[in-house]
């Protein structure tokens, strides 16, 4: 798990109706946590000692326990039926997520003082939630005995890393975005309303700390030699101490900026000026504090790096930024994809970034030039991008986005990076995605979004959509890559 993100601790508070006997919520409570720790990590979770029953004071107790005992979560747990107050005030006054979920009946054997009645109250429950206007994450079928209640918890855990993270996250961004990059427009009134704070710095700020930082040699030097253990070389080279320069002028500006916030992602312009006054690029580095788990993306891309970030919550893991890019080839597709993988051509893309993905996502990854920047700049001045092809596996791509007019729209899709050498340049790979045709023009085109994607390594689109819901993005506004027995609403059914 990397660090800059939360640790999630979800406390589980029962709830009985006082009609129904406590003891059936207590001893479910008790069962459903005896679930979770046998097949997860028992610090995951706390169990409350108070049964809410009808009592707002109860709902109070429970409260403090829980801030007490420093849960950023909670799971109502509808032992039986439920009083729908006192837990939907519990809800609405704990800061933070909360899920709800309910306990199935046991055992056909004991229907009569045995039977909870919970699969009902989760209907009251959800509908006293909206009465308040109070925000809840119900599971697709949230009703289960102890080890699928136990499971729906555990899928808890991403959603809460990345509702918290969002609430205590501060984005830097040193800007403005390069001539032509209209498509790194960021409106930051959803930002606002996401609870995400942002800092907007100039990029001769960031310069002159840069500048300032020469004076540091051991910092300089221990950075340095990590990255030259990292590449593999014995020799520290003038231009891997530039680079060690730059990431420890990063680090110092996390540290003296984050203010009250908890956690940090980071946005650059990274060309053309950079090159002509920093002498390097600066992707290699972004590369490595995106391992460390602080997103850097390129271009001043605000959005990009929020999308970033909320990957990093939900997978626990480095997440990349690339452009959706280019086709692939047609002999490149007939070589090595038609026939071994069940895709169409319009199926595949090629994902590229200058050099900004980790050296762990990569195949054979090496320190190299820029080759665009190289075409208008001498070669020197653009050393530091990460490169190599990406490594094979699931992927999801994404990207949460605030349109011109101010409104919060996102996408999601799951796919996966096939084992197909690019020959290209960058960080770089050959994806693979269902309908990917029909979703580049029916979401990516027709919703307009820019052509920055975010990359969680794996299958996390379950997770994702649901981090979607619980923020307020429209569920109109989420798009996906819908089979083809499903069209757009922009589709044309007339098909040649």
Known sequence: ???????AKVGIVAVS?????????????????????????????????????????????????????????IVVYLGNFGPEIAETLLAKHFDGPAMFVAAAEESQEDLFDGRGDAYCGMLNASYNLALRNTKAYIPEYPVGDAEECADMIHEFLPIVR???????????????????????????????????????????????????????????????????????????????????????????????????????????????????????????????????????????DI??????????????????????NNSVPKDMYKESIEGKFSYVHSDTFMGFHCGNTCSTKLCNPHLSYQRIMARTHPQDWCEGTMEG???????????????????????????????????????IGVFAIKEMGRFYRHVLIEKNYPHHGAVMFGHFGKALFEVYKYIGVDLSEIGYNQPASLPYASENPFKA
């Not at 970033?308 to 690339?322: K, M, N, P, Q, R």
Request: hydrophobic share 35%; with cysteine; aromatic share 10%.
């Open 1 to 7: 798990m990397v660090s800059n993100i939360p640790k």
């Open 389 to 427: 092809d990406i490594q094979p596996g699931d992927i999801t791509f994404f990207r949460l986005q605030s349109t011109a007019d101010g409104k919060l729209r996102a996408y999601l899709a799951e796919g996966e990076v096939l084992p197909v050498a690019t020959k290209s340049f960058g960080s």
């Open 162 to 300: 990345a509702v918290v993270g969002l609430k205590n996250l501060k984005i830097i961004s040193f800007g403005p975005r390069p001539q032509n990059f209209l498509a790194c427009n960021a409106p930051i009134k959803q930002l606002y309303n996401l609870d995400v704070e942002i800092e907007e710095e100039s990029e001769l700020d960031l310069f002159e700390a840069y500048q300032k930082h020469a004076e540091d040699k051991d910092g300089i030097e221990a950075i340095a030699k990590d990255m030259a253990e990292e590449l593999g070389q014995s020799e520290i080279t003038p231009k891997l101490r530039e680079l060690a320069q730059y990431e420890l002028t990063l680090k110092d500006w996390v540290k003296d900026h984050m203010g009250y916030r908890k956690y940090v992602a980071l946005t650059t312009k990274c060309w053309p000026a950079f090159q002509d006054m920093f002498r390097f690029n600066p992707c290699y580095v972004n590369s490595r504090l995106a391992k460390e788990g602080i997103p850097v993306s390129c271009e001043v």
């Open 303 to 324: 959005y990009g790096v929020l999308s970033e970030y909320i990957g990093t919550c939900i997978s626990g893991d480095a997440v990349t930024l690339l452009d959706i």
């Open 17 to 73: 109706r006082d009609c129904f006997p406590a003891e059936l919520a207590t001893n479910r409570r008790k069962a459903l946590v005896e679930a979770y720790t046998k097949k997860y990590d028992k610090d995951d979770i706390y169990e409350c000692p108070v049964c809410i029953i009808e009592s707002e004071t109860q709902m109070v107790e429970a409260l403090e326990d829980v801030k007490k005992n420093e849960c950023n979560a």
